[in-house]
Structures are given as structure tokens and as C-alpha cells.
């Protein structure tokens, strides 16, 4: 899969999801840092790539614009996880969300589980 890390997680965990056979940038390796999340989504839709973020704006973002892409991983709430942590929890679950990510999905990965939600939003 094709991951955009947004710079509230560390550069590590892309380079982590690299070396487990995905293509996986941080948002500073585009010299995107601090750009506006409408930005970092736009960059997301047009490479087709998953971001993962901390980040719930870019649920509101996406409802909002009713877009269907790009697809995004929310951590909030194991955020405090190492990365190393994080990303094999990452890619343990992509058997699950990789189906949803095709039509465009919102996938908050918790402590208690995986709740999904299809794009557009409602």
C-alpha cells in the first residue's frame, strides 16, 4: 500500500512501513511540513495514498468536501505507542482495511479494536 505519514507521528514510522514492503513517505520528506491539512489531503487523493494521522480534522475535512478519497488511518488513541509498535499494528490490520481503502474508507485503529467508515461520509 501507498501511506502519507502526517507530521503529527514520527518519520520513523514511514520508514518502518517502508521496510515491512510498502511504499510509505512522512509528509516532512515532501518538504510538506505544515502544510494545511486540505493540502496534505489533496497531495494524498492525487498519489493515491493512505494518510496516517493522529489528526480527526481530516474526518471533518473529508465530510465536508463529501470526498471519496484519500482513504486515512486514524491512531489517536495508540499514538503513544513506539513506532515500531505502530506500525506492525498497522500492517497487521491491513488484511481488514485494505478492501475498504479501495472505495475510500476513515479506519480508527483503537486499543479495542477497528471501527471502519465508508467514504463519503454522512
Do not use: W
Amino acid at each position: 500500500m501507498r501511506f502519507l505519514v502526517d507530521e503529527n507521528l514520527p518519520p520513523s514510522l514511514a520508514k518502518l512501513l517502508t521496510a515491512s514492503g510498502h511504499d510509505a513517505v512522512h509528509i516532512r520528506d515532501l518538504e510538506a511540513a505544515r502544510a494545511p491539512d486540505s493540502a496534505v489531503m489533496s497531495r494524498a487523493a492525487s498519489e493515491d495514498r493512505v494518510i496516517i494521522s493522529a489528526d480527526t480534522d481530516f474526518g471533518a475535512l473529508l465530510a465536508q468536501a463529501r470526498a471519496t478519497k484519500p482513504s486515512v488511518i486514524l491512531v489517536r488513541e495508540i499514538m503513544g505507542l513506539r513506532p515500531a509498535e505502530l506500525a506492525s499494528v498497522i500492517v497487521d490490520q491491513l488484511g481488514i482495511l485494505e478492501p475498504h481503502f479501495r472505495t475510500g474508507a476513515i479506519a480508527a485503529i483503537t486499543a479495542a479494536g477497528i471501527r471502519v467508515r465508508p467514504l463519503p461520509l454522512r
